[in-house]
């Protein structure tokens, strides 16, 4: 076990959460097999030893990720894929309705019952709708939140599912929310 910051956490939880397994001290190309693993740095030189014992504690080759670690990127994902939409209307980028076109016109896909429909055009109506003592704003990114959770959750569940065999041999190179044609 590790302590961090006083939190006495297991080899399986750090291990979850070590997104990337690229050493900061890195030098050179990194291998095509891991190139997804090892985008950016992972960890520090001060972490080696400890690193090494939790790959062993963990079984884990070396570069390869722990398999809770998709979820929890997944989430981190999902979380801040509005997140970071709602900061942009709160920083005054652009307004709700900015954001709402420049998302209309970049999905492209509008049909009754697409994605686009079922996700933001329908936060766009709801939030329209203004039945709760909240402003549209507010409500706007609360159903865009619901929806995107209801949505891509269970499509994150289902990729991992499907990879399992490549996520415990350390082969699998994507995100389980990942480049889907769908989304």
């Known amino acids: ?75 981190d994902d999902i979380s801040y894929c509005v997140a970071d939409l709602e900061d942009a209307v709160e920083k005054r980028i652009f307004s709700v309705e900015q954001l709402y076109h420049h998302l209309y016109h970049a999905w492209g896909h509008h049909e009754k019952d697409s994605l686009f429909e079922l996700v933001v055009g329908n936060a766009w109506e709801k939030s329209r709708a203004n039945t709760l003592s909240r402003s549209t704003e507010d409500q706007f990114f609360m159903y865009l939140r619901v929806n995107t ?28 929310t990942g480049r889907c044609q769908r989304f």
């Open 1 to 75: 076990m590790h302590t961090l910051m006083r939190m006495n956490l297991t080899w399986a939880q750090v291990g979850g959460i070590l997104k990337y397994t690229r050493p900061a001290w890195w030098r050179g190309p990194v291998p095509d097999s891991y190139r997804y693993l090892m985008k950016k740095p992972g960890y520090y030189l001060s972490e080696e030893k400890y690193i090494a014992r939790l790959r062993k504690e963990l079984q884990l080759a070396p570069y390869s990720r722990f398999p809770l670690t998709w979820i929890m990127e997944a989430a």
């Open 149 to 176: 959770l209801n949505k891509l959750v269970p499509y994150a569940a289902q990729r991992f599912i499907d990879n399992l065999p490549q996520i415990f041999a350390g082969t699998f190179q994507s995100g389980v």
